[in-house]
């Protein structure tokens, strides 16, 4: 499946929050959205760029934005992940790896010379009719929100 690009319509996605609950690219018609995917709960790199989008959730949401995270992690690991920093927003379980897939962000990766498949860290912004506006390969996971506000050019 390739890979979906600024301008394309971002591919359909559900499945269980860190409750177990449905959610679906539907549930944010209307809304903006920053759908953002990463490798594994609780780690140094995934743990940087959530707390950075939550330390701006509120600037970002004034701008309109709602916000999702995705990684193969299990509802009850985001529960514990969520509740351990403090996150505004939910996360999706993609334990099947479906959406992961759909959006690209599942392929080979290289690591200390070895070869693997796994999470590719990458987010998509998607807008109000469910287009992508932009999508961001290279996360800087310390400054991930900053990078999305320069980026779309939310700086007040």
């Known amino acids: 499946m390739?890979?979906?690009?600024?301008?394309n319509q971002a591919p359909y996605f559900?499945?269980?929050n860190e409750n177990g609950e449905t959610?679906?690219?539907d549930d944010f018609k209307g809304k903006k959205l920053i759908l953002f995917f990463y490798p594994k709960d609780n780690t140094p790199g995934?743990?940087?760029a959530a707390?950075?989008?939550?330390d701006d959730y509120d600037t970002l949401r004034k701008h309109g934005f709602e916000m999702l995270g995705v990684s193969p992690d299990s509802p009850k690991k985001h529960t514990n992940f969520i509740e351990k920093h403090?996150?505004?927003?939910?996360?999706?379980?993609?334990e099947n790896k479906e959406t992961l897939k759909a959006y690209g962000a599942w392929g080979r990766k290289k690591f200390m010379g070895r070869e693997y498949d796994g999470v590719l860290r990458s987010t998509f912004i998607i807008d109000e009719?469910?287009?992508?506006?932009?999508?961001?390969?290279?996360?800087?996971?310390k400054k991930h929100a900053q990078q999305i506000m320069d980026l779309l050019n939310l700086n007040d």
């Open 46 to 48: 995934c743990t940087a």
């Open 86 to 94: 403090k996150f505004p927003f939910s996360l999706l379980a993609d």
């Open 14 to 16: 559900e499945g269980p």
């Open 129 to 141: 009719d469910g287009k992508i506006m932009e999508v961001i390969d290279k996360v800087k996971t």
């Open 23 to 25: 959610v679906s690219l």
């Open 2 to 7: 390739a890979r979906p690009e600024k301008g």
């Open 51 to 54: 707390c950075s989008l939550r």
